[in-house]
Structures are given as C-alpha cells and as structure tokens.
C-alpha cells in the first residue's frame, strides 16, 4: 500500500501560505477549510513510481511482452492515436505532469527488466512480438472521461480495432485511485459488446488495477465525518465555477499527486478565478508545500524562553475537557473540528503530558495542562462586561 502524506493541524497553522489562503474564508468557515486540508493525502513522485513498478512486475512474471503507453489528453478534434504508418501520434514539447513521470517509469521499468515493456510501440512493433498485454498507465481516474476518450482514439483503426474485437489483446489499466463510477463508465464507452452470447465479451478483455477505489457519491470515507459541512463550504465559494465547486464530474477527490494535481479536487484548492487565490494555481503543486509535508512544521513547539507556544486549538481542547468532555466525537461535535484534527490535537496535548489517562482510560487534564490553562486563560474566555448601575423597577417611577 501506498504511503501518504497528510497535513497535521500543526503544519496548517505554522504555514503562512496556508493562512493566506484560509483569509480568504468567512470567520465561521475556516476551521471546515482546515479540516478540508487535513483529509487531503498527497503522493509523492518517488512513491508512485515504485508503485507503477510494484504493478508492472505482475505482468513481468509472464513469458511474453507487454505494450505500455501513457493515458493522455489530446488537442480538440483529434481522431486518432495512430498515425498512418501505424506509430503513436507525437507527444507535444511542452512538460505533461503525468504522463512526464510515467514515461521516465517505464523507461527505469525497461532498463530493469531488459526491454521487456515495449515503450509505446508501434502496430507493426506489436504485430511483430505478438503482444497480447496492453497497459495503459495513469495516476487517478475520477469521471472516467478522458481515459474513455484515449480508447476510443485508440480503437478508432481498423488493424488495433480487430485484435481488439478478435480477442486478441487485453487493455490493463493501471491507476493508483478511481471511483467505481469512472469503471462503469469507462467499460460502457468502450467499443464492442458485453451481451452474454458474445463470445469475447469487452468486460473479459478490459482490467483495472488500483489500490483505492471508492464510490464518489461515499464522502465520509474521504472527507471524514464533516464531509457535508466540506461539501457546503465548495458550493458557498461562489468565486469558484459551479461546475468545478466539487472538482471536474463532481468528483470531490481528495489524492493530490507532487507531479500532477488533478481536477477531480475541489476547485477552491486549483482555480484561480474572479480574484480568488488558490493553493494550486493552475494545478501545478508549489515547493513551500513539498518541503512541509517532507519536513513537517516549520516552528517549535517551544518559543525562546522555552515556554509552549500558544495554540488556539490546544487552549479550547483542555478547557473543554476541564469542563467534563472527554471523547473524541463530544470534543468534535462542540469544537466543530473534523474528528481527524481533534486527535491530532489530542495527541499532541498527551505528547506534551498536558493531558494523560487515568486507570481506567478516561482522558484527564493533568497539572501542566492547568497550568498552561491558567497562563493563557484570556485567550479562550471572553472578558465578561457587566452593568453595574443601579436597577430600578418601573412601579417604583413615579411618572
């Protein structure tokens, strides 16, 4: 399984660029904008290449070839993927993101495995090895649409078009993520028919590889148990497009990649529209962010004088359990903080010995936990003005 990265609430807060971007959120917003930015989980390049080759060596087991070839997005108005002399249409000059890095993976994969992964071959090339295996790379599928544009450009020549209905070759695509509906999608556009009299039925020749997938529909496994307050924060940003409030197809995916940010991600996070400043402009993924997710917060958790720093979220998570809460989901529910960013918290209030477990495992606040409480009282509480003039009832007015 891959290993994602995360933003903690620590990382939120210490980043400067984080906190410019959440200004731009009314008061009563910002804490679900941070629970948006904890539920993301980022991939690095490094990480998804070893998993692209982690799948490749299942089809390297076998004693025959494999054709591999980069899912990408062509100009308007194409119509096919193969040129006349049946090689692969040229890939344009300018930096692609994801179909760069995949490209430098299977060009590593041949040199491990001997050229067994014919690098986008030519028809001839694949006529000639009798390749049967074809394998197409991408790094998430949400709306399913432009790898359905790919197959349909790629089925679109007579020679690939009858192997293809012929049984002759199988198309495995590889994603690290997509959602089940992106798979009825894509098999339903395919060309050919899945009619049980069939005899190479298109659903026996088309395979998907992935380690996450997901029903776009299901927010609370991605976005956590505030998912609809997150999903009612993208449709209030009304800076944001409607049709890409919630990401490209409504997808709301929440896997962000370092070497290409796809548009299945809330819009407020990539688009830069009507004034608004987004983390990703133009879905490119900024250094400051690489370098915090790699090396986490960029200040102490002490200052100078090695006093703790004063943090908002610490200060209301002790005052709330010196008041009697003591679960996960109660802190939450009263905080309106995602659960994933209260325990993060927590766990720092434990680390720190400002919170502890009695023996019978109930959360506790300790003595440094008062202390620290009773240091940074004014912060939590507000100043209570009272009204000391006399009260006089009006039955006892005169007039």
Request: with cysteine; glycine share 6%.
């Amino acid at each position: 399984m891959i290993n994602f990265k995360t933003l903690d609430i620590n990382m939120i807060n210490s980043s400067p660029e984080i906190r410019t971007w959440l200004q731009q959120f009314g008061t009563h917003d910002v804490e679900t904008a941070k629970s948006l930015l904890a539920n993301l989980k980022f991939v690095s390049r490094d990480d998804y290449a070893e998993w692209v080759v982690n799948k490749l060596e299942c089809f390297q087991a076998g004693t025959d070839s494999s054709a591999i070839y980069t899912v990408r997005k062509f100009r308007t108005g194409a119509q096919n993927f193969w040129r006349n002399d049946g090689s692969v249409q040229p890939r344009p000059a300018t930096t692609q993101g994801s179909e760069d890095l995949a490209a430098s993976i299977i060009s590593n994969a041949n040199r491990r495995y001997g050229d067994f992964f014919k690098d986008h071959p030519s028809l001839q090339v694949l006529k000639n090895n009798r390749i049967k295996s074809i394998i197409l790379i991408d790094d998430s599928i949400g709306s399913g649409h432009r790898v359905s544009e790919f197959l349909k450009l790629m089925t679109n020549h007579p020679t690939f078009l009858s192997w293809w209905n012929y049984g002759r070759i199988h198309i495995h695509i590889i994603a690290l993520a997509r959602t089940r509906e992106s798979e009825k999608f894509i098999l339903e556009n395919m060309v050919g028919s899945d009619h049980g009299k069939r005899v190479y039925r298109k659903s026996s020749k088309l395979f998907f590889h992935s380690d996450i997938v997901y029903n776009s529909f299901y927010l609370n496994s991605r976005w956590g148990k505030k998912s609809n307050e997150i999903l009612n924060l993208c449709g209030r940003t009304k800076k944001i497009p409607k049709d890409r409030r919630r990401g490209y197809g409504d997808v709301m995916g929440n896997i962000v990649f370092y070497h290409s940010v796809p548009n299945n991600i809330p819009g407020m996070l990539f688009r830069r529209d009507n004034g608004w400043q987004p983390l990703f402009p133009d879905r490119s993924f900024p250094d400051w962010l690489a370098n915090l997710l790699e090396n986490g917060s960029r200040i102490n958790t002490v200052d100078d004088s090695g006093q703790l720093q004063i943090r908002k979220e610490v200060l209301q998570i002790l005052g709330m359990v010196k008041s009697g809460l003591r679960t996960k989901t109660s802190l939450s529910k009263r905080l309106g903080y995602d659960v994933k960013i209260v325990d993060q918290i927590m766990s720092f209030c434990l680390r720190m010995n400002l919170l502890f477990k009695d023996e019978n495992n109930v959360l506790r606040i300790g003595e440094a936990g008062y202390a620290y409480l009773k240091r940074n009282i004014q912060s939590i509480e507000r100043k209570r003005e009272y009204d000391y003039g006399l009260y006089v009832p009006s039955t006892w007015s005169v007039d």
